[in-house]
């Protein structure tokens, strides 16, 4: 048979994740902060695109736990309305803006598709790939490197020794240590020991009070010499800080040689001594929490469950400056036209694109609260085992939806403010045959550790006894697991860290 070259024509099926459906879900997995990022960036790219205030009484739709709606879109339909086909187009005549403000068409959290499957999210937009992080979304704050810069320029004794001393404070850590070695460090600059240490000086002449230590002892030695207490008994301490640790207290007092009182007063002052000094200018990685969901008890017994959109502007379609473009005149190019339309149908799938991600946080939220009911009423002690499955099935959605709306979202009740992720957790079989949470159990095992007396501090196994009898079926290993996984040391750790907390 003769081999050669021949053409082919063949049919198949296959799943794409099209770009518009990967932007969808990248939607439906960022926060609100980032989907704020986001909105700017469009508004700044699309002028078709507006924002608008939300009046102090328009704050989004609630959700009753046992009232969702469970509406399917097909994706032609989605597709259809993203095209701006719909009965209901989004396009607001920005004269008309004020008096349509209570009507919801064009506000985000109102119109659109309801609860559609994010997988048939189809349209076109701006990509989501450049969203920064949390962390840069933060105005930068003074560093510990240019508070200490400030300091040594006025401490240095010669320019060279200014030089490595400003090297040395660039080396330090978070927390204020060096970890570098001091010959590394000369081997590195080509300087003496000398000159080293002297600059190593310099820095640790600076404020906060023991910056540039490099190990604990060290330290609290600098600050118990700032503090005029660095006498022949707290040097000692505070050499043998391991001994603390392990509680042999009854040796450290001899080496201290020092009665009880002494050593109390002793203990009392290393307690306020700061053993991280340099994390005091680390702030700026920390973030405030924003809640995407708010959740408040009704009086007759509901819960109340909005969409916090402080963060996000109600997005309009100005259709009067795409007339004014030529989006609709004949006369204009083809090449205008095609930007236009395109500009238009970018605005017309945000702003769906973003009620449908708040339609569908609603939804689950709602059946999260629906089934961790007990814990918004009674505390963690109430708190259920709970899958992501579970979510899925009630809300008729798949599994990993549930998991990307719940990623970086919160939940602010009368409780405190938790990411959605947290009523998801394991549990182990109890009497009542539901199930305990492992959130629950934990609670329970702090706080029994937390009322045992010093003398009669509580092993694993009695730990495990006790919550046996309180209905959860609980090994002493498992036990020791959930222990360990809170903190909260060994029945040995725990009865010298009272005896050391009682002197």
Known sequence: MALGPRLDLRQSQQLVMTPQLQQAIKLLAASNLEIETFIGDALESNPLLEAGAVSSDD????????????????????????????EAPLDIDVSAIDRDRDTGEARIGS??????????????????????????????????????????????TNPREEFVARHIAGLLDDTGYLSASLRE???????????????????QMCDPTGIGARDLGECLALQAKDADR?????????SNLELLGKGEVARLKR??????????????????????????????????????????????????ITLNEETLPRLIVNRDYYVELGGESKSADAETQ????????????????????????????????????????RGVS?????TLREVAEQIDMHESTVSRVTSNKYLHCDRGTFELKYFFTSGVASSDGEGASSEAIKARIKALTDAEEPKKVLSDQKLADLLNEEGFGLARRTVAKYREAIGIGSSAERRRAKKLSGL
Request: glycine share 10%.
């Open 185 to 203: 460090v000369a081997f590195d600059l080509n300087v003496d020991m000398d000159c080293i240490e002297d600059a190593l000086e310099v820095v």
């Open 59 to 86: 704050q989004g739709p609630a959700v009753e736990p046992d009232d969702i709606p469970r509406e399917e879109f097909t994706a032609d339909q989605l597709m259809g309305q993203v095209q701006g086909e719909s």
């Open 338 to 377: 095609g930007w236009l339309k395109e500009k238009l149908a970018d605005a017309h799938w945000l702003i769906r694109a973003l009620d449908q991600r708040q339609k569908t946080i609603l939804k689950t939220a709602a059946e999260i609260v629906k089934q961790q009911e007990g814990f918004f009423r």
């Open 111 to 156: 119109g659109g598709p309801s609860d559609a499957e994010w997988g048939s999210a189809a349209g076109a937009g701006g990509g989501i790939d450049d969203l920064p992080g949390i962390e840069a979304t933060k105005a930068a704050e003074l560093t510990l490197a240019e508070h200490l810069d400030a300091q040594i320029g006025g401490i240095a």
């Open 255 to 304: 080496l201290c040689r020092v009665d009880d009182e002494d050593f109390a007063d002793m203990l009392s002052e290393i307690r306020q001594f700061d053993p991280k000094p340099g994390l005091a200018f680390t702030s700026s990685m920390i973030e405030a929490v924003v809640p995407d969901v708010l959740l408040a008890a009704k009086d007759d017994g509901g819960w109340d």
């Open 230 to 238: 660095y006498d022949p008994a707290m040097a000692t301490m505070l």
């Open 382 to 386: 109430e708190l259920r085992p709970l």
